[in-house]
């Protein structure tokens, strides 16, 4: 895959502010609840680029934030709302940033909005929408390798070009531990699937599968091995992606797996040397795709989430999603984009992109590294 962030940074440049859709006027000053169950990049995103801008378009709402780094209590989440829609109560949350969204909509507790009452979501691929059982795709990201150019010349694009090079250059390889953020994880899943057939990966994907898990065992025993070649060669690992970056920016390491977004970031922000570079991987790639929100089936406000859901999939928000402090790539067509923010991201397909497990089993992934891999 290769990744023209240089582009995407021009881009960034040259357009300048977008500005939102037109305001709107409504009676009554109303609360939306978002709760974000991910990483500080996605907080940010929407404190400081996303809510700003509705608030210029909607000023009679509201949108109050519960933060959920990493989403650390996501099975208390889905708990809290399980009981709530059999109680008949209000979950204390209208709408949802995060990978529990897919779980709750496998599990039937996500409202559905059509394209009557969400009419941005037909501008989504179906395929995208029809994934997310009812949750909304809004954004995407994809994990992929960065490498100190100075130091590699020829980076590894193949799983297994990876693995060897890791071997051969030890302690100069780094993953975080996958509780602490999406990009350790992605190398933790994408090593375990190297070891299962097709029709197991797509099992993990869409069901909670612990017969399918059991297969781990050889995929953990891969990850042992390692060790003794990431960097610190002694089974320690960083603590999230920030720590992963950090490495990376300092000269600790010459490689590991980031996020699309966050390297684009550092490198615009200039906290990552201008030697650092990405690829992408295949035989298996790493794990990408949209980002979903989902609006819990009892939410007392379905309306305000609606109308918030469906200005984040407007061609104007699209944009502040690509060239903004996030550097997301969109869910909607590019030809839809600005042409200065669409030529930077000409080569990225997110259809196309590897799906994560599904949240259940993420969250056992998560449990199981901690206890099969660190220091053994």
């Known amino acids: 895959m290769k990744v023209r962030f240089s582009k995407v940074l021009a881009a960034v440049a040259a357009l300048g502010l977008i500005v939102g859709v037109a305001p709107a006027s409504h009676a ?6 978002l709760y974000i169950s991910a990483d500080t990049n996605v907080k940010d995103l929407w404190e400081k680029t996303l809510i700003p801008e509705f608030n210029k378009s909607y000023p009679d709402y509201n949108v109050e934030v519960t933060f959920d780094r990493n989403g650390a209590n996501d099975a208390q989440t889905l708990a809290k709302i399980t009981a709530s829609k059999v109680t008949r109560r209000d979950p204390g949350i209208d709408i949802i940033d995060g990978g529990i969204v897919t779980q709750l909509g496998t599990a039937g507790l996500l409202y559905r909005p059509t394209g009557g009452l969400l009419p941005n979501v037909k501008k ?4 995208l929408v029809k994934n997310g059982n009812g949750g909304i795709p809004y954004r995407a990201s994809t994990v992929l390798l960065a490498y100190n ?3 590699v010349k020829t980076p590894p694009k193949t799983f297994t070009a990876l693995m060897a090079w890791i071997k051969a250059n030890p302690g100069k390889f780094t993953y975080n531990a996958p509780a602490g953020g999406g990009s350790g994880r992605s190398f933790v899943q994408t090593v375990l699937d190297s070891t299962l057939s097709k029709e197991d990966i797509t099992a993990l ?10 297969k781990w065992a050889a995929g953990w025993s891969t990850l042992r091995g390692l060790n003794k070649y990431t960097y610190g060669q002694n089974g320690t690992y960083p603590t999230n992606n920030q720590a992963t970056l950090d490495l990376l920016s300092k000269g600790l390491v ?6 699309s977004d966050q390297i684009a970031s550092a490198l615009k922000a200039g906290t990552m040397p201008k030697d650092i570079k990405v690829v992408g991987i295949s035989g298996p790639s790493f794990t990408g795709g949209p980002a979903y929100l989902g609006i819990p089936a009892n939410s007392t406000n379905r309306n305000g989430a609606r109308l918030l859901a469906n200005w984040v999939l407007s061609p104007a928000t699209q ?16 030809s839809l984009l600005s042409p200065e923010v669409a ?3 000409a080569d990225l397909d997110i259809t196309a992109m590897r799906a994560p497990y599904l949240s259940a089993n993420d969250s056992d992934m998560k449990a199981a590294w901690a206890q099969e891999v660190p220091g053994k």
């Open 28 to 33: 009554a000053t109303s609360t939306i609840r």
């Open 124 to 127: 989504v691929p179906s395929i």
């Open 254 to 259: 010459d490689m590991g797996p980031v996020w």
């Open 149 to 151: 150019s100075k130091n």
């Open 205 to 214: 994907q869409t069901g909670a599968n612990k017969t399918v898990q059991a």
């Open 343 to 345: 030529a930077g991201i």
């Open 319 to 334: 944009n502040l999603i690509v060239s903004g402090s996030m550097n997301g790539l969109p869910v909607i067509p590019q």
